[in-house]
Structures are given as C-alpha cells and as structure tokens.
C-alpha cells in the first residue's frame, strides 16, 4: 500500500480494496470502463512445483474473470502481462513473437498460456481487442522478490558468503528496467492495431546469474565474497521449471518505434542502488 500513498488525493485515481476472483466486484466496478490493464497475477514460478493449483486460481480463473466482467460491461480492450516462459525451452534465440509450438516448462508459463488463449477466444467471440505483453524479467525500485532482492538481502545479512541457486554460471536471462518496461507497454498499446496483438519486452542482452552476483558485490562495495552454489535442477537451473536461457526479439516493437534505454547488466545495477 506504501507505493501507492502518493496517489492518495489524485481525484483522478480510485483504489478499490478487493480480489480479482471476486466477479461481481469485478463487474460492479468495470462498469464505464474505456481499457483494462491486466496485471494481477501470482508471479512466483518456483511455486508451481509444491502448488499445482495456486497458478490456475490466481492466474487463469482471474484472468477468467477479468474477461467476463468486460463482456457484460461491454468493455472492448483489454492489456495483458503475460511473460517470456510461454515458450518455454526454445533453440530460436531472440525469440520471436511468432516462435512455435509453445512449449512452457513451468506451471506458471503454462497458466500465462492459458490465459492468451482465453484472451484470443473473447477478443473473436464478442469483437474485443487486446494487446498481450510477454515480458522479460522486469526490475527496478520497488522490487520485492527476485534474484537481485534475494541476493541483496542475504548480503546485508552476510557480507562475507552468497548462495545461489543452481551451479555456475547459472541461467542466463535478459532483465530490462521497470521504466523501460511502461514506456514499451504504453507505446506498444498506442500502436497496436491488431484484434489479438502479442509483442515480446526486454532488453536487448542478456547477463548470467553469477554475473549478477558480481554486479550487487560491485555496487554494495563488497569483496572476496563466497559464493556458495546450491546445485539446482541442473545445467545451471535454480529449479524445475527454470528456463536456462531466454532472450526475447523486440524486433516487433522496434518497428513500431520504441527501444529500450538500459541493457541488462545496466538494469540490474540501477535497481541494487535503488534497493541500497
């Protein structure tokens, strides 16, 4: 709720206490609505492996819910998060929108999945129009979980060792700036003008765990730090499900005129500064 006090007395902004699986409040309040941005979601990954239920609830029932209510307020367009685990484990590196099968290795992924495919049938059945999202990881000021939190806050509590999860030089993966991220979804929504729009973001690199590491000792002014590798599950994966290398074409958007600022081991160094 902290990050949301400064919007307090903006009279153009409304806050509504409730829970998206709860459809009449959901239809109550989407009356009149012009657009919907369609970002709740459980984002833990990892979790899908001890929870087989909580990404079908959380993510697809939700996601369920936000349509119908659009359908009966008649509300037209709708934005979409989804992410870059949809595809899975891919040889196609960047990846394209356009890449397929789709084969996501996580429960997670697959909930995301589920969820454009809904989107796709709404936006064809009752004439709606959306623009999905698959993100790459997204970091920043703010951040609550994640490599970078985790890794910052085990080395306040310990300057001296770092566990990482999986074996070196772990997963490598894009990370892009949560500012980078808005500006790339507002200019991709102003710009889209398909019925079913899929546009992949991120940056255009990316960094492997262990150079993450590296960056957070660099930026909190640690050295001789041990590292301490957990094993994960295998080539250099931190847990089932975790893709071992991922990053995304921005091809799409770039046509469209929008590229990021900060590449990922840029981003991963403004957002340990922010978190310090």
């Known amino acids: 709720m902290e990050f949301i006090k400064h919007l ?7 806050f509504v206490v409730s829970d998206v699986l709860d459809k009449e409040v959901l239809v109550q309040e989407m009356e009149g609505c012009d657009m919907v941005f369609h970002l709740a979601a459980n984002p833990d990954v990892k979790l899908g492996s001890s929870d087989t239920y909580v990404h079908l609830e959380q993510n697809v029932m939700a996601t369920y819910n936000v349509l119908e209510a659009m359908r009966i307020c008649g509300v037209k367009d709708i934005v979409f998060t989804s992410t870059s685990t949809v595809y899975g484990e891919t040889e196609v590196i960047p990846t ?11 429960l997670y992924g697959s909930s995301k999945l589920a969820c454009e495919a809904l989107i796709s049938a709404y936006c064809h059945t009752f004439d709606m129009h959306s623009v999905s999202f ?19 806050r085990k080395l306040k509590e310990d300057p001296g060792k770092l566990e990482i999860l999986g074996s070196p030089p772990g997963t490598m993966k894009s990370y892009f700036f949560v500012s980078d991220c808005i500006d790339g979804m507002l200019h991709g929504v102003e710009h889209s003008d398909e019925k ?11 960094i492997s765990v262990q150079d993450i590491a590296d960056t957070v000792c660099r930026e909190m002014g640690l050295e001789g730090v041990t ?18 290398l991922m990053l995304l074409s921005i091809d799409k958007l770039k046509a469209m005129g929008w590229s990021p600022k900060y590449s990922s081991s840029e981003s991963v160094a403004k957002t340990v500064r922010s978190l310090l």
């Open 96 to 106: 394209p929108e356009d890449h397929g099968p789709l084969e996501p290795i996580s």
């Open 196 to 206: 079913v729009e899929y546009l992949n973001l991120g940056s255009e690199d990316h």
């Open 8 to 14: 307090e007395t903006d009279e153009s902004f409304e």
């Open 134 to 152: 698959r993100f790459a990881n997204v970091v920043g000021p703010r951040s609550t979980h994640g490599v970078i939190y985790d890794f910052v």
């Open 227 to 244: 590292y301490r590798w957990t094993g994960g599950a295998g080539e250099g994966r931190g847990w089932k499900g975790d893709v071992k």
